[in-house]
């Protein structure tokens, strides 16, 4: 069995969850690494859609371990409503099978009111576009090493203890910064302990449960989330999440050696969408766009905000190539281009005066680009019944073949619409 990283390539939203669920197939672990309910994994299987936010995709398959890594922020009450939700639809979600790190940290109800509270105060202009959800205080938290971990819901005279500590700070900001009220200790803490005492029977050695099912032969399945875009190293800063959403990441947020890492898969949307704010130069405002937004459905599955549409961007997959290491490509939502008689590629950019193949590394440099496009013809067949390489129409073949050229990586599964079926390997 291999160990696979299953990443995405551009601004997240790339269809991770359907090809998570399809290789878990051959998998018997599968481990979310980063990123918290700032994410949202559609998966359609026998007609049925289930959004997940935090549990692992893979948890549609009855039998196999699904794990939640060190590299997480856990809203517990996030989780606790999807565990509730997937129970009652008779999916599998006792504790052993569904595991938390004791190493995660939590997201608590004062993060979430920073995060709004500092979004709300800016300037349109100056807006990141986050979700809310309280999940770059959280990572701020652990950073300062004061962030409460799910180990801590196993004694709560230290979570109680570590919600008066982390209140001095977040009452100054918010009284004197934010004109709110204080949050009172005793509050937190009763709304908290409930939801930590239940979700203490999910809490143990993620690190462990890993290392245990490599040395027997068992295939684990890396989940990541956003998109290799947003990293905060890596990404179009400040317009990124909060976490390493690269494949690298994936060792240091679950806790196991990254020689053990086979394969990464990288998943790449036939053409690129951006949820919120920040520079994209590919973005169509015209018919074209139009077509891409309501043919894709192109609605956040975690905000419900529509989805900015626009051509294929083979600039920014050439970086994400190069930072991730892709041993092969899912191509999804190849189906969304049918209809259109000419369909367009980004193979280069201009920046200040001169074509350049990477994006720029300066704080909005992808701004101040304009696209070098390169011109294909589109094809009107409907191919969400292709299932074969052949059952595809010759300008989509073609256009698959660019997209492989130009990357240097092979395109090993298509997506030709949102059901478990509606694929293609190669």
């Known amino acids: 069995m291999s160990n696979v990283v299953v990443m995405g390539a551009q601004w997240g939203d790339e269809g991770k969850g359907k090809i998570v669920d399809l290789l878990t197939e051959d998998a018997d672990v599968i481990v979310r690494f980063q990123g918290g309910n700032n994410a949202g994994h559609t998966l359609v299987v026998d007609g049925e859609q289930h959004i997940l936010h935090l549990i692992p995709s893979g948890i549609l398959h009855q039998e196999k371990a699904c794990l939640i890594g060190n590299g997480v922020v856990l809203d517990p009450v996030v989780f606790l409503e999807e565990v509730d939700k997937l129970a009652a639809k008779g999916i599998n979600v006792a504790p052993g099978r569904l595991l938390v790190s ?62 008066e500590r982390a209140l001095v700070e977040k009452n100054a900001l918010f009284t004197a910064l934010y004109g709110m009220e204080p949050l009172k200790v005793e509050d937190v803490f009763n709304e908290m302990k409930p939801v930590a005492e239940r979700m203490q029977a999910y809490v143990g050695d993620v690190a462990g449960r890993i290392g245990e099912a490599m040395d027997a032969g068992k295939g684990v399945l ?26 690298g990441n994936a060792a240091a947020g679950s806790g196991c050696a990254p020689n053990r890492l086979d394969r990464i898969q990288a998943v790449v949307k036939a053409y690129t969408t951006r949820v919120g704010a920040g520079p994209f130069p590919t973005e169509l405002d015209d018919a074209d766009g139009t077509h891409l937004q309501q043919t894709g459905a192109e609605f956040g599955a975690t905000t419900g905000r529509t989805r900015r549409c626009g051509w294929l961007d083979l600039v920014v997959l050439r970086e994400s190539v190069r930072l991730n ?23 280069a950019y201009t920046y200040k005066g001169e074509q350049i193949l990477y994006p720029p590394q300066e ?63 190669r």
């Open 102 to 163: 004791k190493k995660t940290q939590v997201i608590m109800p004062y993060h979430k009111l920073l995060d709004g509270a500092r979004e709300t105060q800016k300037s349109d202009e100056h807006k990141i576009g986050t979700t809310g959800r309280g999940i770059g205080p959280c990572y701020e938290d652990k950073m300062a090493r004061i962030g409460i971990r799910a180990s801590d819901f196993a004694d709560m005279k230290l979570f109680k203890a570590k919600i």
């Open 222 to 247: 890396f989940e990541g989330a956003q998109g290799t875009h947003l990293d905060i190293d890596h990404g179009t800063y400040p317009f990124v999440t909060s976490s390493n959403t690269v494949s």
């Open 325 to 347: 290491g892709p041993t092969g490509i899912a191509m999804t939502k190849l189906d969304v281009l049918g209809g259109l008689q000419t369909i367009k590629l980004c193979t």
């Open 363 to 425: 704080e909005n440099g992808l701004a101040d680009v304009t696209p070098v496009y390169e011109e294909l013809p589109g094809w009107t067949e409907d191919i969400s019944s292709a299932r074969t390489w052949d059952d595809l129409p010759e300008n989509a073949q073609n256009y698959v073949r660019r997209v492989e050229e130009v990357l240097g990586t092979p395109v090993s599964i298509i997506s030709v619409g949102p059901g478990r079926e509606q694929t293609i390997c």
